[in-house]
């Protein structure tokens, strides 16, 4: 029923517009995600996602232990719309849930922190398997549980007095550096299914249609 809907949809935008949409499904990938945890600059917080979607990362996920997370429109511009944002935010611990969520969907767990025994970026594997990227609050960077439960560290060599990057310069950062390496990597399966690529289609029509509820409505009561 998906690819039936996809190809209805379809016919209420452009053919220029259905033809972006199909050349970028074809550079996005799930084989890396990023996790924000806690952030509470909205400017920080929408230029990741800016970055996100600019390297074809598909999926953010969004963790509000004690500080909601807003969108900045003026930095994102519109970055929102073509990223899918997944929140934890249920009742006590949702770090502890994100990173349970995201074992069981085979995601390493990588914390973005300078620490023993910890990795340089350019040196990380990226053929160990799908990471999950995750990046801590502006002052205290990622919690002791995640760091308790991380399977790899990940730093970016620095070499002045400052001992941190911003947020979104870091996540900048690591993602040009990863999604170029993954891309080449003859290893790594990094592209959506086709199936995948139907269901985020599917999502961006539907975001990109003025009324698109109501048109899918009187398509799936045709059937």
């Not at 970028?24 to 990023?34: A, D, F, G, P, S």
């Amino acid at each position: 029923m998906n690819k039936e809907l996809v190809q209805y949809l379809s016919t209420f935008i452009t053919p220029g517009r259905l033809e972006v949409f199909d050349r970028i499904l074809k550079q996005r990938t799930r084989y890396l995600t990023v996790v924000l945890e806690d952030i509470y600059q909205p400017q920080n917080a929408s230029a990741v996602i800016r970055t996100a979607d600019c390297f074809g990362i598909q999926d953010l996920y969004v963790i509000e232990n004690n500080n909601l997370f807003t969108i900045d429109k003026e930095v994102a511009l519109g970055a929102s719309k073509w990223v899918d944002i997944r929140k934890f935010n249920t009742k006590g611990n949702s770090t502890g849930r994100a990173v349970v969520y995201l074992r069981k969907k085979g995601y390493r767990i990588v914390a973005t922190s300078p620490h023993e025994g910890d990795v340089n970026l350019e040196d990380y594997d990226l053929a160990k398997g799908k990471t999950a990227l995750f990046f801590g609050t502006e002052l205290s960077g990622v919690s002791d549980l995640v760091r308790s439960e991380a399977d790899e560290f990940l730093k970016i060599p620095m070499y002045g007095f400052t001992e941190s990057l911003n947020i979104s310069v870091s996540a900048g950062i690591i993602l040009q550096e990863l999604t170029h390496r993954m891309r080449l990597h003859p290893e790594v399966d990094w592209l959506l299914t086709p199936a995948e690529q139907e269901e985020v289609k599917l999502s961006w029509l539907r975001r990109s249609i003025k009324m698109a509820s109501l048109i899918e409505g009187r398509f799936l009561k045709s059937k």
